[in-house]
């Protein structure tokens, strides 16, 4: 994670920010190589095409601390016409990420050098507040953990604390930090006002060692997971992507009981699950970075948004088998498909759904009727597609 990190790259406007000074003062602890950029023009990402290894390692490597630019939410990456999506909102505070999946997308994208940092909190959850005002009668969630991991440079970058806080009052937000780590102890003792939910990308135990390099062990996340619920926190868990050849459902029946065990269902948001997909071309990238990993040795071939994925009544077996025993262990945790068309959600979870505002209002009344979140009782009219 953030013990990796060998070079810090503060641009001039973002140098007098307390992110800077903090990350500084870690730096030079750490031994790590400070510079302030020299406004040479640096390489940007190359939209659809693949990068090369080495600027894929090296920007692993490297921190770029930078003033924020743009709306300070977003929509979902996967939000396209043809899969059904949750609505979920992403602040893009960080963008890279330390950690190194085999079956990562962030592959294709991360090319730019660094991990960029964003180091104006303050200004970021402004903007935040400022945009869930706008529509106060609607439950919106907010995730930081998208083009980063949450929680991976925490506590060092220092914004998920603050975030955690903020979100505390905004009575019509909720905010959502997705990991693979067990980095929580610095947030259990904040006041975070029961609208803060830390959630957990899983796979089996032998996935996650094999194929998710620099992540905490399954059994170090799910330790961290019973902290979070013993301090208060509400969990949330994905069980996405599943990484299996052929889409066999034993070995994540099998993590569901160990979560089951873990964790109490009252406390848990809701569950999502989703498969591997990627372009094409991260295929053979895959293939040449990873030489164990078994994430490309399944039958994958593309779906309607163009990514691999596994054949879909393959995939509806799966995912059909998974919520059974989901629903089974947490009959009252709303449970999602992510990146899938309609049909599969009909085929899958016997659930239809016209478009993603429907399926944020179904998702909005069950963290209402379960935790009271929502800042009134959920109608179609505040959710919209």
């Not at 693979?180 to 060692?209: C, E, F, M, Y």
Request: hydrophobic residues 45%; glycine residues 6%; positive net charge.
């Amino acid at each position: 994670m953030i013990g990796q990190i060998r070079r810090l790259v503060m641009e001039p406007d973002a140098v007098d920010s307390d992110t800077a000074r903090r990350l500084t003062r870690w730096a030079e602890g750490a031994g790590v190589e400070v510079t302030v950029d020299d406004g040479r023009p640096r390489s940007a990402p190359q939209g659809g095409r693949v990068p090369d290894v080495v600027g894929i390692d090296r920007s692993k490597r490297s921190l770029r601390l930078t003033r924020h630019v743009g709306a300070p939410l977003r929509p979902c990456t996967g939000r396209t016409d043809s899969l059904l999506c949750c609505n979920l909102r992403v602040v893009t505070q960080v963008v890279g990420c330390p950690l190194d999946c085999s079956y990562c997308i962030l592959q294709q994208y991360q090319n730019s050098g660094e991990i960029v940092v964003r180091v104006d909190p303050r200004e970021i959850l402004d903007g935040v507040a400022a945009e869930l005002a706008r529509e106060p009668r609607r439950l919106l969630r907010v995730c930081t953990g998208q083009v980063a991991d949450s929680l991976a440079l925490e506590p060092e970058v220092g914004f998920a604390a603050a975030a955690v806080e903020r979100f505390a009052s905004l009575q019509n937000g909720v905010l959502e930090l997705k990991t693979k780590t067990d980095r929580v102890d610095h947030l259990l003792q904040l006041a975070h006002g029961g609208r803060t939910i830390i959630s957990w990308s899983l796979n089996p135990a032998d996935v996650v060692d094999r194929e998710e390099h620099g992540s905490a062990p399954l059994s170090a996340r799910l330790a961290a997971a019973r902290r979070a619920v013993d301090a208060g926190f509400m969990v949330a868990f994905h069980l996405d992507p599943m990484v299996t050849e052929d889409g066999e459902p034993a070995p994540h029946l099998e993590l569901l009981e160990l979560l089951a065990g873990a964790v109490s269902p009252a406390r848990v948001a809701y569950l999502s699950l989703g498969t591997v997909r990627f372009h094409p071309a991260m295929r053979r990238m895959i293939a040449g970075r990873f030489a164990r990993s078994r994430s490309v040795l399944a039958e994958l071939l593309p779906d309607v948004d163009g990514k691999l994925r596994l054949l879909s009544p393959v995939r509806v077996s799966l995912y059909r088998q998974v919520a059974a025993r989901a629903r089974a262990l947490f009959p009252d945790v709303f449970l999602y498909l992510c990146m899938e068309p309609p049909r599969v959600w009909r085929q899958a979870l016997d659930l239809s759904c016209a478009d993603r505002g429907a399926v944020e209002l179904l998702l909005a009344r069950s963290l209402h009727a379960r935790f009271g979140l929502a800042p009134c009782d959920p109608r179609p009219a505040a959710y919209p597609e």
